[in-house]
């Protein structure tokens, strides 16, 4: 058995061989390489897409580099959010402050772009040089007439998921504004797609044929404009729920508006999240409509997923994903392919969240929560696992031990929501098992038993 | 007289679209150049894991990187404790032969003093790993200040002073693991021992495995740090490597040390290997006049495809420089130089090189596209980062330099001495010929 880091053994479990109380929601520990990133991170993952804001980084130059142009978040219009923007603070602003920094920077790109809003990030050291972005965010509100937000995201108060409250935060505040314009019967919010390779435009479409509209997606190909009418929606329909659920409460607190959890992955999972948005709205033609949408769809992909489901038949993998709720999707996506989880976790699962997993998952397959590259390759190892699915930090543990890899994090390319996206995946896991290569890897020969 | 200028306190404009990274990049780079060394970021998560991510999409290589993950009240009260835990749980899981912390913004800003924190940890677990530690604020350097600073901290803690001894050092700044390799070559063709330090050419361009490894195997032995000091010379390329940082200077811990410029282009490769001939006392091997005389015939088959072609070049200062000289030997007129170094004397380097370049530091990529445009631009030469500048100009890129994260076998692009130059040549030309050859309708087959 792996020697894990004392403080995290209650972090990795076998599904119902150990007691099962798994510990999450916590801080990783100093010196665990984690995959997970920051507070800031959160915000930006979550506000990056919305194409016509203005999204300002204040703080020295290493977090708007590495957030530059980063997702896969396509717009249908203007293509602000994928230029990076940031105070770039040197040594006397860290002594002197940043705020006239800021202040000016915000005029100069407002006047330069034109935005419809702006979203101002604080990073570590404006946390503790006690710059007042509040006020600074206050006044050019005042004189450029647009909504200048502080996103409280400073990397060490607390953890990713933080993040993603102080983003939730900041869009709440953008709510609530439109009450004029036209909103229609059936309609709905989607929270927690960012139309990735165009995905939302893919969940948009299933719902339009229903008869069901979208007022606004957060954050996928997102507006300003759209987000001030959301709360007039009748639904929100959270996706990304570690994300974004913390959104849909304030706005049921506020607005009333009900909120469902659902995923737009595999094929379970998004029949029934198209289902479930008839149903909330009560007319047998919608749940019609969502039948016949589903039926179509899947006489479409069955026949293809059976293809490669010939080819992938008993291959094992393991999944390690930022969200919990595209694990569970993955898991049962997997099991279309007549393939079997035998490692799963993510980054910022929640204690629900967990029990769930443990339904849904074969005995003894392994839970682990915030997990490393040593642990992962450890069980990737030792349950002679095919197929790892993670995003561009995991993929290299993958090939080095000459396994399969499919990429499902926010950078990629090609869609893997929706039902097209489902045969995606499976033809992006078939033509990763199921190339020629890994038979000269060492690795591979040396778990088939042949010489290395 | 002239009268004395008046200091205006101008506020500096925003980044927009940065050239800069950060310096704990650099540090981290230089740290998994050494054998068996795990390099660990005092400061908040998001530090190390976006270093990782973007390092990796770039060497399609492990690179583990650990944090001291710093809490609100590590940040109140300091980074004591997480920094021992930290130190504890990266020692027990990947039993490392170096320690190599570098600062971040955050610890910086509160004033950690990590060496007590170091000095503290040794006392208490009787810990005889080595540990090195580099500052590196991102409010005072980028990453090839944090690449040079972590070299001379490296030197300073692990090297002793000894007798001299019958090897030399080559310490390159930023290059690419293929011209590490190279390097390595160059010295064993020499028949001259040599210490290469950072030598990530593995590391970060590694092999299969037959079962996970937990640090990458290769890279510069400590040993051979340890006697760095004693060289009886050392070559030392790239001039951000010459300048003095947070961590002192190079020059301090080195006797007979050449200080030049990365090795592009005829004139700057002489140099280079004149130094080489100098340090080791021996001959050129005749591999490498061979070299330099097949570039030397290149550059005529191939000069009117360049001559007078207006260039941007954008990156690290280094590349810069030696790109400017090697663009002006071959008739390629560099007419934008820019890069996000702020440091006066790589601009009086480029300016030298590239006379009638508007030379650009400090500076970012939306202000040079603002500044390119009209300026019938032929090309671009730069990382993946100024595919902005060719797409929005409809220019093509040649690709060089870190970060190379849209293109395959960015660990394998040669830079350096006459085959990196050759290289870059092939690569050059051939992108004004597809260029000319995909925008014409005709259809050319022969170019």
Redesign the interface.
């Known amino acids: 058995m792996i020697d894990l880091i004392e403080a995290r053994k209650n972090q990795v479990y076998v599904n119902r061989k150990d007691s099962f109380n798994i510990e999450c929601d916590k801080k990783s520990v100093a010196g665990s390489v984690s995959q997970r990133a920051c507070v800031f991170c959160g915000s930006r993952v979550v506000l990056y897409p919305i194409a016509d804001a203005l999204h300002l980084i204040h703080g020295p130059i290493g977090c708007a580099a590495y957030t530059w142009d980063i997702r896969g978040a396509l717009s249908s219009g203007p293509e602000l959010h994928r230029m990076s923007f940031c105070t770039d603070l040197r040594e006397n602003d860290v002594i002197y402050g940043g705020e006239k920094k800021l202040y000016n920077a915000l005029i100069s790109l407002i006047e330069k772009y034109n935005p419809k809003a702006a979203f101002i990030y604080s990073t570590c050291i404006v946390g503790l040089i006690g710059d007042d972005i509040n006020a600074v965010c206050r006044k050019v509100s005042a004189e450029k007439n647009i909504p200048v937000i502080p996103v409280h995201s400073e990397g060490f108060k607390g953890t990713k998921k933080d993040g993603y409250r102080a983003a939730c935060e900041a869009l709440f505040t953008l709510t609530g504004f439109d009450n004029e314009s036209e909103v229609p019967k059936h309609s709905i919010n989607i929270l927690g797609d960012f139309n990735l390779a165009g995905e939302s435009w893919i969940i948009k479409n299933y719902y339009k044929e229903m008869g069901i509209d979208v007022v606004s997606c957060l954050t996928g190909d997102g507006r300003i404009d759209e987000i001030k009418k959301a709360h007039r929606a009748s639904l929100n329909v959270v996706q990304c729920s570690g994300s974004m659920t913390f959104l849909a409460k304030l706005m049921k607190e506020k607005y009333g508006i009900p909120f469902i959890r659902v995923s737009y992955f595999g094929i379970e999972d998004l029949s029934e999240a198209l289902y479930e948005v008839a149903r909330f709205f009560k007319e047998k033609e919608l749940i019609d409509k969502a039948a016949e949408l589903v039926g179509r769809e899947l006489s479409v992909i069955y026949p293809e997923i059976t293809k490669f489901k010939s080819r992938l038949e008993g291959k094992k993998a393991a999944i390690y994903v930022g969200g919990s709720f595209k694990a569970f999707s993955l898991v049962k996506a997997l099991r279309h392919l007549g393939m079997k989880t035998e490692v799963v976790g993510s980054q910022t699962g929640s204690k629900d969240d967990y029990d769930y997993l443990k339904e849904i998952c074969d005995e003894g397959t392994i839970i682990v929560d915030d997990t490393n590259p040593l642990e992962l390759s450890h069980f990737i190892e030792e349950r002679g696992v095919d197929l790892l699915i993670g995003g561009v930090k995991e993929r290299p543990i993958a090939y080095k031990l000459g396994i399969a890899f499919c990429d499902h994090n926010h950078e990629r390319k090609i869609p893997l929501a929706g039902f097209e996206g489902m045969v995606n995946f499976c033809r992006e896991v078939y033509s990763s098992v199921l190339s020629p290569v890994w038979k000269y890897s060492p690795a591979y020969r040396k778990r088939k038993g042949g010489t290395v | 007289m002239k009268a004395p200028e008046k200091v205006i306190e101008k506020?500096?404009?925003?980044?927009?679209?940065?050239c800069?990274?950060?310096a704990?990049?650099g540090a981290s780079t230089v740290f998994r150049g050494i054998e068996n060394c795990i390099p660990?970021l005092h400061?908040?998560?998001?530090?190390?894991?976006?270093?990782?991510?973007?390092m990796?999409?770039h060497f399609?290589?492990?690179?583990?990187?650990?944090?001291?993950?710093?809490?609100?009240s590590?940040?109140v009260f300091g980074g004591r404790e997480?920094?021992h835990?930290?130190?504890?749980?990266?020692i027990?899981?990947?039993q490392p032969s170096l320690v190599g912390i570098a600062t971040?913004?955050?610890s910086e800003?509160?004033g950690d003093d990590v060496s007590l924190y170091i000095r503290e940890y040794n006392e208490k677990n009787k810990s005889e790993v080595p540990i090195v530690n580099v500052p590196t604020?991102?409010?005072?350097g980028?990453h090839t200040d944090g690449y040079r600073d972590a070299v001379i901290s490296c030197i300073k803690t692990v090297s002793k002073d000894n007798e001299t001894g019958d090897f030399i050092n080559i310490i390159p700044s930023f290059v690419s693991p293929e011209d590490l390799r190279h390097l390595k070559e160059i010295a064993s063709d020499f028949e001259t021992e040599a210490v290469l330090f950072p030598d990530y050419s593995e590391t970060l361009d590694?092999e299969?495995?037959?079962?996970?490894?937990?640090i990458s195997p290769g890279g510069t032995q400590l040993n051979d740090i340890a006697r760095m000091k004693s060289a009886k010379a050392s070559i030392v390329i790239g001039s951000s490597l010459s300048r003095s940082g947070l961590s002192g200077s190079l020059s301090e811990h080195l006797t007979n040390a050449h200080f030049m410029n990365l090795p592009i282009g005829i004139d700057l490769c002489d140099e280079f290997f004149a130094a080489f001939e100098k340090a080791t006392g021996k001959p050129l091997p005749e591999k490498y006049s061979a070299e330099r005389n097949r570039l030397v015939d290149s550059y005529m088959d191939a000069h009117k495809y360049f001559f007078e072609k207006r260039a941007i070049i954008a990156g690290d200062e280094d590349l810069v420089v030696s790109l400017a000289s090697f663009m002006s030997e071959i008739g390629i007129v560099p007419v934008i130089c820019a890069t996000g170094s702020d440091n006066p004397e790589a601009v009086k380097l480029i300016k030298k090189y590239a006379p009638d370049a508007e030379v650009m530091a400090d500076s970012d990529y939306?202000t040079v596209l603002d500044k390119a445009r009209g300026m019938n631009c032929d090309l671009v030469i730069g990382s993946s980062?100024a595919f902005y500048l060719s797409k929005n100009l409809s220019i093509p890129l040649v690709r060089v330099g870190f970060p190379v994260h849209d293109r395959f076998g960015s660990q394998r692009i040669k830079h350096l001495c006459y085959r990196g130059t050759q290289s870059i040549l092939d690569n050059i030309a051939n992108a004004i010929i597809e260029h000319k050859q995909n925008s014409s309708n005709i259809g050319y087959s022969y170019l």
């Open positions: 506020i500096a404009d925003p980044a927009r679209n940065t800069r990274l950060c704990p990049l660990l400061g908040s998560q998001g530090c190390s894991t976006y270093i990782r991510r973007y990796i999409s399609r290589e492990p690179v583990d990187i650990a944090s001291s993950n710093f809490s609100e590590a940040a997480n920094l835990t930290a130190l504890d749980n990266v027990g899981k990947y971040t913004c955050l800003t509160i604020p991102s409010y005072k980028i590694g299969s495995w037959d079962s996970y490894r937990k939306a980062k």
